[in-house]
């Protein structure tokens, strides 16, 4: 829990001695991201890809002062972005002590506060919110009403003795909680239309349409929402009104490079294993072939939650294989790669006509990453030497029973052997099992290139003549 300094005024009174003055919720966020642009700072930390195509455009929105749409394939991080808006306001912000909504001490909008502020004065008790509290986020669905998201008559309020008409009868939803907030709208199209209306006076009029009569409320909010393209979804869509209240409509996309689907992976995989750089771009590089494939359903994209899964479940077949054969410290081999397409196929969509033939493509197109990966790692580098021990005798087993030093014993002591560990960021001191893991990326580079054969069963593959 955040706790409030002790040192920031607490009635009405020493706050406006104090000199504070409202601001909106737009002119906040302008200020402050205006603010960390001239001094150099970072104002989107944790956001990997997006530095010089979304960042820019998102920007320019927020100094704008206009609502956003982002739109985009799922997993492309348009709800991380979202979140990351709340550490663009103010850390503290005052807020009435006790009222409903977050309303300003020296700005209140609800007749109860009005109220209160009259007969108070400057003694109007001050509360301070802070900044994670003034993010709201609601994941759109069917059965979402118009209470939840705007307000509806409170009947135990009605049976306080309150007429139907008097606005005081609203328990209000969550926008207007939102008060001098963000609210953000994830799946905005799988809204029914008729809620969609609900958020046009918000957006537009700033009044609130409820049963029947309307209270006039000037709310303070920066609507932001995620949809995905219209030919993708089949579940609803955008209506024009609607859509001609946000300011911009910002397109999302997936990581333009290796680098940077890398970096994705590295910063939000949770892996219990060590998985090396060189592994790491062989599921950056599986990701983005399966972006590029015909069989894939490309209209409902590949998510990079795909890599992170892929990630995580190699460190995961690295640890048990760990476990089995009791080498320490638990690090991936290439071996642990073929853990990946039986696990996550359920995360795709297939063309139709491909059924049936799941795995096989999955196993081809992360054959070929594997092959670029080494040809990138390995350029200029002479294998052969390699080709030609293996050749001569020296078969290599591996597989989820074989230590990394089982690995490395079957081989002859080879200069080019130090090459490709240097290669994939491994010294001479490093362990067995980050030395094994180049070696067998080598091998396995060697038998896609048609230079040596592999025979593989259920547990076991052995590279030889």
Known sequence: MNAVPAHLPRTAGDLRAAGHAPRSIKRELHDNLLGKLRAGEDPWPGIVGFSRTVLPQLE???????????????????????????????????????????????????????RRAAELGDALPVTWRHRDERYTEKLATPDTSVGDLIGDVDPVKVAEGRSLGDPETIHFGLVPRAHRGIVAINELPDLAERIQVALLNVMEERDIQVRGYTLRLPLDVLLVSTANPEDYTNRGRIITPLKDRFGAEIRTHYPLDVEAEIAVVRQEASLVAEVGEPLLEVLARFVRNLRESPVIDQRSGVSARFAIAAAETVGAAALRRSALTGEEPAVARPVDLDAVPAVLRGKLEFEPGEEGRETEHLVHLLRRAVAETARSRFAGLDLLPLADAVEDGHLVTTGERVPGKDVLAALPELPVLHDVAARAGAGPGEPAGRIAAAVELA???????????????DSTTVYGR
């Open 60 to 114: 320019r929105a927020l100094l704008a002062g206009h609502d956003v749409v982002l739109l985009g394939e799922r997993g492309q991080g348009k709800t991380r972005l979202l979140r990351s808006l709340a550490a663009l306001l103010d850390e503290w912000t005052p807020v009435i002590d006790g009222a409903e909504l977050g309303e300003h001490p020296l700005d209140p909008i609800t007749p109860e506060s009005r």
């Open 443 to 457: 091998l396995e580079s060697l038998f896609l290139s048609r230079k040596l054969a592999k025979d593989s069963d």
